[in-house]
C-alpha cells in the first residue's frame, strides 16, 4: 500500500492478506480522533502486506453530505493516506442491504415495531429509575389492531430483529479481538435491534456488516466505543452467512482536559488544523496512539 505514514513496518507472516478500512460518516469535519483511526487502520494492512479501503457510511441521507464527504477525502490524502478507488459509498447499495433484510424476512426474524420512541421508552422503563429493560417482541405491546391501524396510516415504524429467535438459530457465538482476546458474543444484551426504519431502509449495524463481507475485510479496526456493536455484527455475519473478520478496537484519542474528541470540537478538526499552517507530519504526530487511552 501506498501511504506515508509508516517508515518501517515489522515484518508480519500473514496466513490471508489483511484488508481494513476507515469508514466515516460524512456528517461533519474529520478531527484529530478520525485521524488517529484511519492511520490505525493504514498502518494494520500496511504491517499484513495488505489493502487499506475507504468506505463513506452515508446512509443517513439528512445529516451526511456531500460537501462533508468531499472534505473528508481531502483532509485524508493530505495526511498521506490513500486507498483503491472507487471508495464504496453506502448511499449507492441499499439494495444489498434490503437483500439482506429479505433474507432475514425470509428466515421470519423481522417484524415491524410501530411504537413511537416516547411510548417505547415509556413500556421498557422500570421504577426507581433502574435502567431501561433491553427491547423484546415490542410489536405485542399493541393489539393486532392497532398495528393494522398503524400500518395502514402510515406511520413510521423500525424492523427489528427477533433476537431470541435468532439466538436459537445460530446458537453459540465468539469473535476474536486483538486487543482483548476470544470474545463471546452476547447480543441478547441488546433485545430486538433495529435493523432498518420506514425512513433509512437500513441501519449502521447492517450496512457495516454487510459491506465488510463484500469488500472481503480481513481485520476490522475501529474505537473502542464500537466495541459493544460487534455483538451484533457477528450475530448477523451468522445469520446471513457471512465471514468473520479479526476485529481490534483501538483507545480513543484525548483532549488536553481528557475528555473524547468529538465533531463538535472543531478546533482539533483536521481541515482547522491545516487552515492555521500545520504540516502532515504534525498533525500525524498529534494523532498519534500514545495520547489514546484504552
Ligand atoms: N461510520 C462509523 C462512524 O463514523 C464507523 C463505523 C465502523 O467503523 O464500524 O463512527
Redesign the pocket.
Known amino acids: 500500500m501506498e501511504t506515508q505514514v509508516l517508515s518501517s513496518p515489522s515484518p508480519v507472516i500473514s496466513e490471508r492478506r489483511t484488508v481494513t478500512?476507515?469508514?466515516?460518516?460524512p456528517?461533519g469535519d474529520l478531527h484529530l480522533g478520525?485521524a488517529y483511526?484511519a492511520l490505525f487502520a493504514a498502518e494494520a494492512a500496511q504491517r499484513g502486506g495488505g489493502i487499506f479501503l475507504l468506505?463513506i457510511?452515508d446512509i443517513d441521507l439528512t445529516r451526511c453530505k456531500p460537501e462533508y464527504e468531499r472534505r473528508n477525502i481531502e483532509d485524508l490524502r493530505w495526511l498521506g493516506l490513500s486507498w483503491p478507488e472507487p471508495v464504496r459509498r453506502q448511499s449507492e447499495h441499499f439494495a444489498d442491504y434490503q437483500a439482506a433484510l429479505d433474507r432475514l424476512e425470509e428466515m421470519d426474524l423481522l417484524y415491524r415495531c410501530f411504537l413511537s420512541r416516547r411510548e417505547l421508552s415509556e413500556a421498557l422503563s422500570a421504577p426507581h429509575g433502574t435502567p431501561e429493560s433491553a427491547p423484546t417482541d415490542t410489536d405485542k405491546l399493541l393489539s393486532a389492531d392497532e398495528r393494522a391501524r398503524r400500518a395502514k396510516d402510515g406511520t413510521p415504524y423500525a424492523l427489528r430483529l427477533r433476537m431470541a429467535r435468532a439466538l436459537e438459530r445460530t446458537g453459540p457465538l465468539s469473535w476474536y479481538d486483538r486487543n482483548k482476546g476470544l470474545q463471546q458474543a452476547r447480543p441478547e444484551l441488546f433485545g430486538d435491534v433495529v435493523l432498518a426504519r420506514r425512513e433509512i431502509p437500513t441501519s449502521?449495524h447492517l450496512s457495516?456488516t454487510v459491506d465488510?463481507a463484500l469488500q472481503g475485510v480481513t481485520l476490522?479496526?475501529?474505537?473502542e466505543?464500537?466495541f459493544q456493536?460487534t455483538h451484533i455484527?457477528r450475530l448477523l455475519q451468522a445469520l446471513l452467512g457471512l465471514p468473520t473478520p479479526d476485529y481490534d478496537h483501538h483507545g480513543l484519542l484525548l483532549d488536553e482536559e481528557g475528555k473524547r474528541l468529538s465533531k463538535r470540537a472543531l478546533s482539533t478538526s483536521i481541515h482547522d488544523l491545516r487552515a492555521e499552517g500545520l504540516r502532515p507530519e504534525e498533525v500525524r504526530r498529534l494523532a498519534a496512539p500514545s495520547r489514546s487511552v484504552e
Do not use: N
Request: charged residues 30%; aromatic residues 10%.
Open positions: 478500512r476507515f469508514a466515516p460518516s456528517t478520525h483511526s468506505r457510511e449502521y457495516v465488510d476490522v479496526t475501529r474505537g466505543d464500537l456493536s455484527h
